[in-house]
C-alpha cells in the first residue's frame, strides 16, 4: 500500500463528522426495523441487515454502535438505546459458556458504559457501576476458564469450534480479561485454586503468536514473515500442536486478512494495556512478543493490501492471478473474481494507529510513524465512497464487507460476480470506533481505550 506522511487526525475531521452523521440513521433504521425474535443481526442482503445463525457474537456491536455514537456526538437518545438494551438483552451473553466472543460482546456494551461513567461522560451512580464490573469481572472469568492446556504447561482459550482449536480472532476478546483482572477479579477453579486472568491472556497471547502467526523461520514451505493462520489445531490428550486450519479463509496455508486484522489489533491493544500495567509498576516489563506479532502482521498487511490499503478477503484467494498487479493500483470492489473486505481494513487500520503510538511512546519513532500514517491512509478511504455507504436505504455503514467466502454466506448481487455492496455488523462497529479513535484526537480528547488508565492494580 501507498502511505500518506502528509494526513493528520485534524485533516480527517470533515469525513469524520460525515461518518457519524451517516450513521446515526443507520442505527434508529435497524432499531426501528429489526425483530428480536429473527435473532441478531449479523451482515445485509440487499442493504437490510439479516441473520445468520453460526454463533451469537455480533449482538454486542449492535448495541455498542449506539454508545460510540453517542460518544462522538453527545446525543442523548444513543446512550439510551445502548443502555437500556444492554440491560436487556446482554445478560446471557455475560455468562455465555460456548464462545471465545467474550471481548466482542461484553466489553462493547458493559466496557463501553462503564468507560463512559469513568471518563464523566455520564453522571456516575455507585450501584449503576458496580454492575458494570460486576458483568465485566464475570464475562473475563467466564471466557478464561474455557481453556485448554498444552504440553508446556501453559495454554488458550478455545474456540467455539472445541478444545483443539485456537482461533486467531480471540486476541480481541482478551480485553475481558484484561478489564476483568484490572478490576482486581481472578477465576477461581477446583479447590479453591486461584488462576491469574492476566496470566491467562499472557498465556494465551503467546500460544497465538507461537501457532497462528509466522516470521519468516522455515515452519513450513508457505512461512512468510506477518502471515497468520485462522486456527491452530492442537490434540487435547496431550497439550500438543498438530496442524494449522482455517474457518473463514482459503486455506490453512493462505492468510484470511480479516483474522490478520485481530491478530493486528489484539496485539496492538494488549501491547497498550501491559504499557499501563508498567507505568503502575503491576509489572515489570513487557512480553516481547507482543510487539514482535504486532510488528510481522502490521508489516504483512503494508505489503499485501493493494495501493489503498484495502485488501483482497484472502491473501491467497485462488483468482487474485486474474486480476494482474492488484497490489499496484487501489482495490476494485467489483472485480469479477475476489472480493475485498473493508471490514478487515477497519479493523487493521485501528491497529496499525495504535501500535504506531505505542511504538512511538517506546522511542520508536520511525517504524511508529509508518505504522500511524498507515493506519491513517486507510481510515481516510475508508470514510469516503465508494466504501462509505451514504445511501440512507442502505441500514449498513461500511460497504464491501465479506463475512464467510468458503461457505458462500455473503450475497452477491445480480450481475456481479462476487460478492459486494453490503455490510457487516463488525465491520460497521470497528468503522465507528476507528472514527472515534481518530476524532478524540483530533479534538485533543483522552485517547480511547478499553482499560482505565488511571486504576492501579
Known sequence: MKIDYTLSAEKLLPKLYRVFELSAGKILSIEKTWKPSNGTPVFTVKGRYTSRGWTEWTQGFQFGSALLQFDATNEKGFLKLGRDNTFAVMAPHVSHMGVHDHGFNNISTYGNLWRLMREKRIPFHE??????????????????????????GKGYIYSFNGPHSLFVDTLRSLRSLAVAHQLGHVLLGECDRRISLLQRLVDHAELTSRFNIYYGKGRDVYDERGRTA???????????????????GYSPFSTWMRGLAWALLGYAEQLEFLQNLRSHKSIKSLPPFFAKAAKATADFYIDHTCADGIPMWDAGAPALDRLGDYLGKPANPFNDFEPVDSSAAAIAAQGLIRLGNSLMAEGEEKPGERYRQAGLSVAAVLFDEPYLASKTQHQGLLLHSVYHRPNGWDYITPGQKVPNGESSMWGDYHARELALLILREARGKPDLLFFDPAVRI
Do not use: M
Not at 230 to 248: K, L, W, Y
Open 230 to 248: 485462522h486456527e491452530a489445531i492442537f490434540n487435547p490428550n496431550d497439550g500438543r500442536f498438530r496442524c494449522p486450519s482455517t474457518q473463514q
Open 127 to 152: 450501584r449503576e457501576q458496580d454492575f458494570y464490573e460486576l458483568a465485566l469481572k464475570i464475562s473475563g472469568a467466564v471466557q478464561a476458564a474455557r481453556w485448554t492446556a498444552t504440553e508446556d
